[in-house]
């Protein structure tokens, strides 16, 4: 099946499992380095830039990627990421230097911001419905197993070793702009368009324009909240979680270990990227030929089930297996959702499309950190009850876009001619 996929296909799931593996094991770092040498006060501020930065750059690169092509968008990101992080290597060398650091961290966000919705448009392009399944999963199959592996090696590493981690993001980022230079091929159709043509399409009011025709296209909106009420979900593991079971999960010994509710944290964590990892292949098999909207829908209620057993309760047992079971939920939901974010995005628009989409993330975990004020108000069984209150939403947003869509597209459909 692997050998199936487009050649671009491969090369972003293997660029994105190189480049991930090392980023992994530095950006997670940023915020104790930026603590470190600015403060923790300053930290937060520039770290709130940096996310922002990223929004807009988004948004822009999407509109490029379909004006001015979608390889040639992802290589400039890709020229302009290994520029940013020899400054990143040169700034850390000797002494550190934070404010150049920061400086190149902006332009990696502006890096990203023309890298990623370039290349999922790509990857639409070039797929299938048939193959899309597949191609999702085994792409977030690579984007954990880089996790994983990255944040191991910055747990070792950032300490003592932050150059030679930084010259690794170097070297890598080498290999994936040699990979996607010399293996992809551009898969905008259509001529090529002259400087001039997409200075006049990039131009603020005709981005402006593009935007908000995506914005006007309901099914897709309703598509999109949905996301973004899950994306809030699954980023309270960053914010109320982990302060409910630090403040309250009580110390025990599992094993000859002592646990408490950061190690606790950790473990759960563990579980479920382990979990991702080990069972992408076979559930992708199971889902394949199935009915793609319901197993998303199933997905999405597991995921937000397990997500609210987390928010409330302190047992150990009951919270493995609460991880166990988004764990499960994420599995089904994460490649049926991206083939059906990628049948419902017009083929003229799918970078804006696509960039609109990658933005759930950001705003997601903007939401997210709500619920530590709110947890705080009401506490770990109010937070599980908007937990699911947020999953079922998320159901019926989602499902109602899918039935809108097939409906739009019964109506626009051509009778059958007489003979």
């Avoid at 959702?337 to 975990?365: C, I, S």
Wanted: proline share 5%.
């Amino acid at each position: 099946m692997w050998r199936e996929l487009h050649p671009n296909v491969r090369v972003r799931i293997v660029n994105s499992f190189l480049a991930r593996m090392v980023g992994g094991a530095v950006f997670p770092f940023m915020a104790i380095y930026f603590t470190h040498h600015l403060g923790p006060g300053l930290a937060g501020a520039l770290l709130a830039v940096l996310v922002g930065v990223q929004f807009v750059a988004g948004l822009y690169g999407g509109g490029l990627a379909d004006v001015w092509g979608r390889r040639r968008t992802l290589l400039a990101g890709e020229w302009l990421k290994l520029f940013a992080f020899l400054v990143l290597l040169a700034a850390n060398l000797h002494t550190p230097l934070p404010w150049l650091t920061f400086a190149a961290l902006i332009v990696i966000n502006v890096s990203s911001g023309l890298i990623n919705p370039a290349a999922e448009a790509m990857l639409v392009d070039v797929s299938t419905p048939e193959t899309r399944t597949f191609m999702y999963a085994v792409n977030y199959w690579a984007i954990n197993a880089s996790l994983l592996i990255g944040t191991l090696l910055g747990g070792w590493l950032y300490q003592d070793h932050f150059p030679l981690l930084l010259a690794g993001l170097c070297v890598m980022s080498g290999v994936t702009l040699f990979l996607a230079w010399s293996r992809m091929t551009e898969t905008l159709g259509g001529p090529r368009p002259s400087r001039e043509e997409v200075r006049q399409q990039m131009g603020l009011g005709p981005l402006a324009r593009s935007y908000a025709q995506v914005m006007g296209d309901r099914p897709f909106l309703l598509f999109l909240l949905g996301f973004l009420l899950l994306m809030t979900v699954e980023f309270g593991r960053s914010n109320f979680i982990p302060v409910h079971l630090a403040g309250s999960f009580p110390e025990q010994t599992v094993l000859g270990l002592r646990l408490d509710g950061v190690k606790a944290m950790s473990v759960l964590t563990a579980v479920n990227t382990v979990m991702i990892v080990a069972l992408t292949v076979p559930v992708t098999t199971w889902v394949k030929g199935r009915d793609l909207t319901r197993l998303m829908a199933v997905g999405f209620a597991l995921f937000a089930l397990g997500f609210a057993v987390l928010n409330v309760s302190l047992s150990l047992p009951v919270l493995l297996a609460a991880s166990v079971l988004l764990s499960l939920g994420e599995l089904l939901y994460v490649p049926t959702r991206q083939a059906l974010l990628a049948d419902m995005v017009p083929a003229e628009r799918r970078g804006a499309y696509l960039a609109v989409n990658g933005q759930t993330f950001t705003v997601g975990k903007w939401l997210a950190a709500l619920g530590i004020p709110l947890g705080a108000s009401i506490g770990g069984a109010g937070m599980a009850l908007v937990t699911l209150l947020l999953g079922l939403l998320a159901i019926g947003l989602s499902v109602a876009a899918v039935r809108q869509r097939s409906l739009a597209r019964q109506t626009q459909a051509p009778a059958p001619q007489g003979v």
